[in-house]
């Protein structure tokens, strides 16, 4: 029973510092950070390192819906945070192996332009005594498509895609729209936006999957804050995955499945032969005799039977 005053006899987690520093160093979403906990709770909590707990356990203690478990189960066991082996889960404690968000252990900066970081010459006028000249200029606002490049991607490619993949064709790039990518794209980076998109088309309910059949879609709902901002972007990145493995192979992938396919064969042969080689007589003739035994329909291959014939015309010669 919850009494509001915890205290450390009534039990207690005990997490390594080392454990607590690596996962200060990396970016987990609010779902993670709170199926982590339960996990924690259920395993370190009695004292063990894994133990059988079911969804509805982490939906009573985290009050999250059955499917964000799921998902965020599945999105830490492919990081190699969380290991599960048949019903059995467990934290994985060799931090090492962890796979590092892209926003991991250290933000991306943006390199600004190199015209944003020189001033014009015309700006200021040293003259010779040491004094400044100042000469106004009327500057002229650029669009905020051609200030705001992170990478090769601008405000408007992230919207485009948004109203591709939404179906909203004559939806415009208004004002409260730009400040909400802007806002996520000072701590995110844009494939991390396009990953949320996408991440919202593939999520029935905000597609209409919902009793009232009403689509929440937006771009004010996608980029309204961090945590979720970061479900949407862990959804996106399941749907590419599975969407990659999914996709039929093109043809230059087919070429060179096939080219690895006779190279190993070729290497194998290559290496049969060198072992038939090394081999004595008799120990051919056993192997032959096997093959025959245990493969009528297949032929000896020719190889065998010329080292074969190559070794008793040695044998001869040295007989003679």
């Not at 190993?264 to 042969?269: G, I, N, S, T, V």
Request: net charge positive.
């Amino acid at each position: 029973m919850r009494k509001g005053n915890p205290q450390i006899e009534d039990g207690h987690v005990d997490i390594a510092n080392e454990i607590a520093e690596a996962l200060a160093r990396i970016q987990l979403s609010g779902y993670e950070s709170r199926y982590l906990w339960v996990l924690w709770r259920k395993t370190y909590g009695w004292h063990k390192k894994e133990d059988v707990i079911s969804n509805s356990q982490f939906v009573e203690a985290t009050g999250l819906k059955k499917w964000h478990i799921s998902r965020t189960e599945k999105r830490l066991i492919q990081r190699k945070i969380v290991a599960k082996i048949g019903n059995k889960l467990s934290f994985n404690k060799r931090y090492k192996e962890w796979e590092v968000a892209e926003n991991g252990n250290s933000e991306k900066i943006a390199k600004l332009p190199k015209s944003a970081t020189e001033l014009p010459k015309s700006a200021t006028i040293v003259a010779k005594n040491g004094g400044h000249k100042r000469k106004k200029e009327t500057l002229q606002k650029k669009k905020s498509c051609e200030v705001a490049k992170i990478g090769n991607l601008t405000i408007p490619h992230i919207f485009n895609f948004w109203k591709s993949q939404m179906n909203h064709p004559k939806a415009k790039l208004t004002g409260d729209r730009k400040t909400k990518i802007q806002g996520r794209l000072k701590d995110y980076s844009p494939k991390d936006c396009l990953l949320a998109i996408l991440g919202c088309r593939y999520t029935r309910w905000n597609m209409g999957g919902n009793p009232e059949g009403k689509k929440y879609n937006t771009i004010d709902l996608i980029f309204r804050n961090g945590e979720k901002f970061e479900t949407f972007r862990d959804t996106g990145e399941l749907a590419r995955r599975e969407r990659k493995q999914r996709r039929p192979l093109r043809p230059a992938e087919i070429r060179r499945q096939k080219e690895k396919e006779e190279a190993k064969k070729k290497a194998d042969w290559d290496k049969q032969l060198k072992k038939w080689k090394a081999s004595s007589l008799k120990e051919l003739r056993e192997e032959i005799a096997m093959m025959r035994r245990f493969s009528k329909k297949i032929p000896v291959p020719e190889e065998l039977l010329w080292i074969i014939q190559e070794k008793e015309d040695e044998q001869k010669t040295a007989g003679i």
